[in-house]
């Protein structure tokens, strides 16, 4: 491994400069070219094309599966940036701005900040299309989690979550912050904002209704805790603040020499819905250090639940949930009456649950009408009971 290599995780995927492989893979799986970007690799690499190939990037989603083309016409090296987005250096949206960066994303939205002060953009990447700019905004710190872009509020303190969905704000928090946030970032019910370097940051625990106060510095927020770097001493500084009080340890000394700019997309790196943080040793070998703070109960953060047209076997009820864990679940079937018509299991291995219903009874029977559907997730970390989620489709 060469000295230079740059290492990103999560619960799924080891991805090693420009190489990937998934975690539960069978020993000997030869790793695949890509880029990482929030929770999605990019394939493609523009600058090693065969002749006659168009430059363009795809990204697959970690937790729905799904390809989509993310930039049509890619020029130039494409690489992590620190909010675990991803720098194209020569690269052009559609918009036309060029040099701009994609943010975290989640499930099937993206955020796009353009190289060009004042572009910023969110792509929605529906199941089954190319994906379409739903929002066009002044840029500014934002995250997105779920279908819910976090974003500075009007009044100094303030967060302002803005639904994707129906392109409204609904919801606003006040952090404390005595300034307008140049970090934002979401995990779970954590909200990270920081000031710049020299700070004062914090967090905001929405389930708790509370304000923590962190330590300064270049960090990347986990579940219920952060990782930063101390850029004099080396030290891999983890605040662990799921209590309401921030308590801060140090977990690993880097090497002293630098291999690339020593932020948390270089040299280490950590799971945001898991439990864990890597990093490269000295010896350019991957270490693994568990944080050792409770995982968060799992959580809805996207559904896509529309009717088929039928169902029927050759066009079933496909749904996706995409959870913040992975989850062994149960899939109820019920007519408006309460009988139970179908149940369906089964185990994710992402964070994502997909099902299909091809509109039959367990008995085989097909019965047309309403359907109350009752997903029942458990999360597979054992951590935080188990979360249910209702809603209707239609047999015809």
Same mark, same amino acid.
């Given at each position: ?39 999605? $690799? ?31 016409? =890619? ?11 991803? $720098? ?47 929002? =066009? ?39 404390g912050a005595p300034c307008t946030p140049s970090d934002i970032q ?7 904002? =920081? ?131 992975? =989850? ?69």
């Amino acid at each position: 491994m060469p000295g230079s290599t740059t290492v990103t995780s999560n619960d799924r995927w080891l991805v090693v400069g420009t190489l990937a492989v998934r975690a539960d893979a069978a020993p000997g799986t030869a790793p695949a070219t890509v880029s990482y970007f929030g929770d999605a $690799l990019l394939s493609g690499n523009p600058e090693f094309l065969p002749a006659g190939q168009h430059p363009e990037r795809r990204a697959l989603s970690l937790t729905t599966g799904e390809k989509h083309t993310v930039l049509t016409d =890619s020029h130039g090296a494409i690489a992590p940036t620190l909010d675990g987005g991803a $720098l194209g250096s020569y690269a052009t949206a559609a918009t036309g701005d060029a040099k701009g960066r994609i943010g975290t994303g989640t499930g099937r939205y993206v955020l796009y900040s353009g190289g060009t002060a004042g572009v910023q953009e969110v792509a929605d990447f529906r199941r089954g299309t190319d994906g379409e700019i739903v929002l =066009s905004r002044t840029r500014t710190a934002a995250a997105i989690r779920g279908r819910r872009l976090w974003i500075p509020g009007s009044t100094r303190g303030t967060l302002v979550a803005h639904d994707l969905k129906s392109n409204r704000n609904v919801a606003t928090v006040n952090t404390g912050a005595p300034c307008t946030p140049s970090d934002i970032q979401a995990v779970d019910t954590w909200l990270y904002w =920081s000031c710049g370097a020299s700070g004062p940051a914090g967090v905001y625990d929405r389930a708790a209704g509370r304000a923590i106060t962190v330590p300064a510095g270049q960090a990347r927020l986990a579940d219920g805790w952060l990782v930063r770097e101390n850029r004099t001493t080396h030290e891999l500084l983890l605040t662990d603040f799921h209590t309401g009080t921030a308590l801060t340890r140090t977990v690993a000394v880097l090497p002293a020499t630098d291999r690339d700019t020593g932020g948390n997309t270089g040299r280490w790196t950590v799971d945001r819905f898991g439990g864990n943080l890597a990093y490269l040793t000295a010896q350019s070998q991957v270490a693994i250090v568990t944080a050792g703070v409770p995982a968060s109960p799992p959580a809805r953060m996207e559904a896509q639940t529309d009717a088929a047209a039928g169902p029927a076997t050759a066009e079933p009820w496909q749904p996706v949930w995409q959870l913040s864990k992975p =989850s062994a679940w149960t899939l109820t079937l019920s007519t408006t009456g309460g009988t139970v018509a179908r149940t369906l299991t089964g185990a994710s291995a992402d964070a994502a649950v997909r099902a299909s219903w091809d509109g039959l009874w367990s008995d085989g029977r097909r019965v047309t009408g309403t359907y109350t559907w009752k997903l029942t997730a458990r999360p597979r970390d054992g951590q935080g009971p188990d979360l249910t989620v209702t809603g209707q489709t239609s047999v015809k």
